[in-house]
C-alpha cells in the first residue's frame, strides 16, 4: 500500500523559514496532487496547499508548496515564522481512488 | 460561509451500529466530491471514505470495507456514514469534508467540519 512518509516533529526560530518533508513509499509523487492541512490544537484541519502547490484565500504566501521528482517528495515551506504556524502539519495525497495522508509534523516555533 | 456540521456521534458497544450525518450549508452541495476523515485520540488524520458528487463512485479504507458505508441526499444537501459492527479501534473524532473537485482521488479537501465524537466501548 501507498504510504507518506513525514518527520516526526521540525522547530525553528520565529522569522525564520522551515521545510517539511512528505515522501512516497512507491511510484511518482507526481502522479497526483499532494495538498497540506494545518491542524492547531484542539482545532479542525484547515487547509493550507491544494494542487501540489496552491494556496486557498486567505493563506498567507508565507506558505509554499513544491514537488521534487527526484526524491519523490512533496514539501511545504513556511517563510517568516510566526508563533501561530505552531500545528501539526499533514500531506494527503492519493493511492489510486483512495485518499491517503502522512502521519503529520507537530511545528514548534520558539 | 461553507458550513459543514456533523452529527450522530456518541458512545456505542462494540459490535453495534451507529449513523452519522453532515449537514452541509453555503455552497451548491450537489457539484462536489464529499468525504469522512477520523482522528483516533492523540493520533494522526486517517481517510474513511469519500463519494462523489452524484454517488457514482465511492472510495473505502481497508480498516473499514464492509463495515462502513457512505452516502449522500444531494436533495437535503446532506451526508451519511452507515458505521456497522463497530470496534474499539473505531473510536475517534469523525470529520465531514468538502472537496474542491466532484470526484474523489483528483484534487484535495477544500473545508472541515468541526467533527463528532465516536466512542467504541463496553
Known amino acids: 500500500n501507498f504510504m507518506l512518509t513525514q518527520p516526526h516533529s521540525v522547530s525553528e526560530s520565529p522569522g525564520k523559514t522551515v521545510t517539511i518533508s512528505c515522501t512516497g513509499s512507491?511510484?511518482?509523487?507526481?502522479?497526483?496532487?499532494v495538498q497540506w492541512y494545518q491542524q492547531r490544537p484542539g482545532s479542525a484541519p484547515t487547509t493550507v496547499i491544494y494542487?501540489?502547490?496552491?494556496?486557498p484565500s486567505g493563506v498567507p504566501d508565507r506558505f509554499s508548496g513544491s514537488i521534487d521528482s527526484s526524491s519523490n517528495s512533496a514539501s511545504l515551506t513556511i517563510s517568516g515564522l510566526k508563533t501561530e504556524d505552531e500545528a501539526d502539519y499533514y500531506c494527503?495525497?492519493?493511492?489510486?481512488?483512495?485518499?491517503?495522508f502522512g502521519g503529520g509534523t507537530q511545528l514548534t516555533v520558539l | 460561509e461553507v458550513q459543514l456540521v456533523e452529527s450522530g456521534g456518541g458512545l456505542v458497544q462494540p459490535g453495534r451500529s451507529l449513523r452519522l450525518s453532515c449537514a452541509a450549508s453555503?455552497?451548491?452541495?450537489?457539484?462536489?466530491?464529499m468525504h469522512w476523515v477520523r482522528q483516533a485520540p492523540g493520533k494522526g488524520l486517517e481517510w474513511v471514505s469519500g463519494?462523489?458528487?452524484?454517488?457514482?463512485?465511492?472510495g473505502y479504507a481497508d480498516s473499514v470495507k464492509g463495515r462502513f458505508t457512505i452516502s449522500r441526499d444531494n436533495a437535503k444537501n446532506s451526508l451519511y456514514l452507515q458505521m456497522n459492527s463497530l470496534r474499539a479501534e473505531d473510536t475517534a473524532l469523525y470529520y465531514c469534508?468538502?472537496?474542491?473537485?466532484?470526484?474523489?482521488?483528483?484534487?484535495?479537501?477544500?473545508?472541515w467540519g468541526q467533527g463528532t465524537l465516536v466512542t467504541v466501548s463496553s
Open positions: 469534508a468538502k472537496d474542491y473537485g466532484d470526484i474523489v482521488a483528483t484534487i484535495g479537501i477544500h473545508y
Open positions: 453555503g455552497f451548491t452541495f450537489d457539484d462536489y466530491a
Open positions: 463519494i462523489s458528487w452524484n454517488s457514482g463512485s465511492i
Open positions: 512507491s511510484g511518482s509523487i507526481a502522479s497526483n496532487y
Open positions: 494542487e501540489d502547490n496552491q494556496r
Open positions: 494527503q495525497s492519493y493511492d489510486s481512488s483512495n485518499a491517503v
